[in-house]
Nanobody, 116 residues
């Protein structure tokens, strides 16, 4: 079973930045598209950023476009999410997973809290 371990979350003031990391324990990491998802309290989980297996193309939800950047390092089986100009509405638990179809399970996620 693939393990997904997210890290890098925390408490930050509006306008600040955070960099999330996700380490995946799979030998096929370099062949799969990955994404960052988030779930805010009382809301459904949503995909905010996705990156192709080779890392050439990133796609973003409109709400984060221009502020978030997804990258990956296939040699380290790791995908990153650089988040700049954070807003209180970015507060959520952030998860990584495959795209377009996530695995049937999720890691523990990493909490991001943005104060106003």
């Amino acid at each position: 079973q693939v393990q997904l371990v997210e890290s890098g979350g925390g408490l930050v003031q509006a306008g600040g930045s955070l960099r999330l990391s996700c380490a995946a324990s799979t030998s096929i990491f370099e062949f799969i598209s990955m994404g960052w998802y988030r779930q805010a309290p009382g809301k459904q989980r949503e995909l905010v950023a996705a990156i192709t297996s080779g890392g050439n193309t990133g796609n973003y939800a409109d709400s984060v476009k221009g502020r978030f950047t997804i990258t990956r390092d296939n040699a380290k089986n790791t995908v990153y999410l650089q988040m700049n100009s954070l807003k209180p509405e970015d507060t959520a638990v952030y998860y990584c997973n495959k795209t377009p179809r996530p695995l049937g399970y999720w890691g523990q996620g990493t909490q991001v809290t943005v104060s106003s």
